[in-house]
């Protein structure tokens, strides 16, 4: 595509369509172009928690951000469709970090606020979207919320509703165009949150065995859903049944395709 500016409108734009933006993350160049050719692919995420695994890091901003941002670098410069980074919680400087980013051509990106004191998550957002602004384009902020991923197994639902919906008004007040909430899933729940943000404010990770279909999700109005490291466990799960095949004294499955 163009330029940066063109890419970060297309994001953004695709998170305003009728249709639910779909959002595979990749973890290195191969699977970004894999997942970039597949036919209604039209945006890529980056996902943390997998590039981290790919150099033997933990999750949790363990990698160093150079070598993080030099995979990222080399998956935009791979593909033909805007990418979006998972920016963890912004490695202690959230603007300074985008503007990077931005650099390697990332038009968009996951930010979060790891139930911090809402005035300093604000500020964290308040600083991407400025960032995006001095660097002449619209920033795809997908400002995420911790509420439900820090809440214990006994908490109120209702009440981390009433919190994901609280911090999420206030991101997109300070500018972020969608909010997301990770282990959100129950659609009643979902609905709620949709009703507090408004429609096509909302994105969602896909939870194997959990989440509702794209399909459905897009009926109740969620902007965009994405598979975090899920995507990597697929391939690694793929790789060790056919390992497990070949030592039971099987062959590789059939079907196999040549895609690097």
């Known amino acids: 595509m163009a330029d940066l500016a063109t890419r970060a409108r297309t994001l953004l734009d695709l998170h305003t369509a009728p249709e639910i933006l779909t959002l595979t993350n990749v973890w290195d160049v191969v699977s970004a172009t894999v997942v970039a050719g597949t036919p209604g692919v039209r945006a890529l995420a980056t996902a943390s928690h997998s590039i981290a695994a790919t150099f033997g890091y933990q999750d949790g901003e363990n990698i160093p951000l150079e070598l993080h941002l030099d995979m990222v670098g080399r998956i935009v410069a791979a593909v033909d469709v805007p990418v979006s980074m998972d920016l963890e ?135 965009r859903v994405s598979t975090g490291p899920f995507t990597q466990r697929v391939a690694l799960t793929a790789l060790q049944d056919a390992v497990t095949g070949m030592v039971a004294g099987g062959t590789l499955p059939p079907g196999t395709r040549p895609l690097n």
């Open 89 to 223: 919680a912004g490695y202690g400087d959230a603007g300074e970090t985008v503007r990077r980013a931005i650099e390697v051509g990332v038009v968009g990106g996951n930010l979060e606020d790891q139930m911090k004191p809402l005035d300093d998550a604000v500020a964290a957002v308040e600083a991407v979207v400025r960032a995006g602004r001095d660097a002449g384009i619209d920033f795809v902020l997908n400002a995420r919320t911790d509420a439900f991923v820090t809440a214990a197994p006994d908490a109120d639902r209702s009440e981390l509703v009433a919190e994901a919906v609280r911090r999420g008004q206030a991101f997109l007040e300070a500018g972020a165009p969608v909010v997301f909430v990770p282990r959100l899933v129950d659609r009643e729940e979902i609905t709620a949150v949709v009703e507090g943000l408004g429609r096509n404010k909302l994105t969602l990770i896909s939870v194997p065995g959990a989440s509702l279909p794209a399909r459905e999700l897009q009926e109740l109005g969620v902007a």
